[in-house]
T-cell receptor
């Protein structure tokens, strides 16, 4: 399978715990995006990487959230001191740098439940 | 005002009919527009993209764009029960040379036999 992969697919944690998600983009894609989706809403942009550089962070990304993309390959999204409001589907997407017409391809997502 | 607006539905159509999904957006400078389909519990999958005013057809799907009216639509001809899903309209509002997709909340489509 050469699509975007995400791990784990599901995560249940207790409030206050730290969690980390991983995204492996399509191999030739140099752009990587993280989104968050809650029930009944569309995905919301969180952050964007071009290669290893994090070029934009949404104001939705509080100080408890951190994302990295070492060496411009896979990316991790960490949430510290989780809160119940963090429960959501976390989606990763990748694309290849081109024009504004480039297409983002989504991974299967990681569903987080904070108890 | 939300940046990308869609009717939440559900939009219910009989099998074989045309389903019409609509989307309006606030950023007049947006240049690229995307329709994604999302089945329950799954991630979004791209159906179509459109960049120029007018119609773009791909199989049973037709996307329509009117930048002057800031309006995008998706028509699904010969609707099938397998088309039942949430359809997400996404607009590129990135200003730094990359795609920053802003999504609507989605329209739930139900195709009944």
């Amino acid at each position: 399978d050469t699509g975007v992969s995400q791990n784990p697919r599901h995560k249940i944690t207790k409030r206050g715990q730290n969690v980390t998600f991983r995204c492996d983009p399509i191999s030739e894609h140099n752009r990587l995006y993280w989104y968050r989706q809650t029930l009944g809403q569309g995905p919301e942009f969180l952050t964007y990487f071009q290669n290893e550089a994090q070029l934009e962070k949404s104001r939705l990304l509080s100080d408890r959230f951190s994302a990295e993309r070492p060496k411009g390959s896979f990316s991790t999204l960490e949430i510290q001191r989780t809160e119940q409001g963090d429960s959501a589907m976390y989606l990763c997407a990748s694309s290849h740098r081109g024009t504004s017409q480039e297409t983002q391809y989504f991974g299967p997502g990681t569903r987080l439940l904070v108890l | 005002q939300k940046e990308v607006e869609q009717n939440s539905g559900p939009l219910s159509v009989p099998e074989g009919a045309i389903a019409s999904l609509n989307c309006t957006y606030s950023d007049r400078g947006s240049q690229s527009f995307f329709w994604y389909r999302q089945y329950s519990g799954k991630s979004p999958e791209l159906i179509m993209s459109i960049y120029s005013n007018g119609d773009k057809e791909d199989g049973r799907f037709t996307a329509q764009l009117n930048k002057a009216s800031q309006y995008v639509s998706l028509l699904i001809r010969d609707s099938q029960p397998s088309d039942s899903a949430t359809y997400l309209c996404a607009v590129n509002m990135g200003s730094g040379g990359y795609n920053k997709l802003i999504f609507g909340a989605g329209t739930r489509l139900a195709v009944h036999p």
